[in-house]
């Protein structure tokens, strides 16, 4: 079976979407392909969110940040789930994604913007971290290719309360 294909937005793509994207492609479910992207892309990636990727054993060279522009393109990946993780890129005007993919947002507090000692800002990444995993954990047991379009909306949806 095809892994779903899931594209983290945030507007910077630097550290919330860039751990669901490594998140997503690291699940020991192996049924998820996870991809990031923003709708203001920085020019790097926060050293706290590649440390976190480097962990997990995720192939960094290939980790960077990304418009969204460029999986609203026709020969981008088909994505199933469309999830945005901060608040600024959940109520900006996303492109049209092809495939009418299900969307939710599940909302993180910007961890960039934590003063403090780099271990107080290393905790704030890996509490993130671990908020993103829960949710992807309950999507990641649900029984996705049983339910319709609906109710994978819904389902996708509730996750973001956990």
């Not at 981008?76 to 495939?99: L, Q, S, Y």
């Not at 960039?112 to 271990?119: K, L, V």
């Amino acid at each position: 079976m095809k892994p779903y294909n899931i594209l983290f937005l945030c507007t910077h793509n630097s550290a919330r979407s860039i751990l669901g994207e490594v998140l997503a492609s690291t699940h020991l479910s192996g049924r998820f392909a996870g991809y990031s992207a923003g709708s203001k892309p920085s020019k790097e990636i926060n050293p706290f969110a590649l440390e976190i990727a480097l962990g997990l054993g995720y192939e960094i060279n290939t980790l960077r940040p990304k418009s969204w522009d460029e999986f609203a393109q026709p020969d981008a990946p088909k994505m199933d789930f469309i999830i945005t993780v901060c608040d600024n890129a959940a109520g900006e005007t996303c492109p049209v994604w092809p495939g009418n993919p299900a969307t939710a947002h599940w909302g993180f507090a910007d961890p960039s913007e934590i003063t403090g000692s780099d271990e107080e800002k290393r905790q704030v990444f890996k509490d993130i971290m671990t908020g993103l995993k829960k949710r992807i954990d309950f999507l990641a047991a649900l029984p996705i290719e049983k339910l319709d379009a609906l109710s994978i909306q819904h389902e996708l949806k509730k996750l973001a309360k956990i």
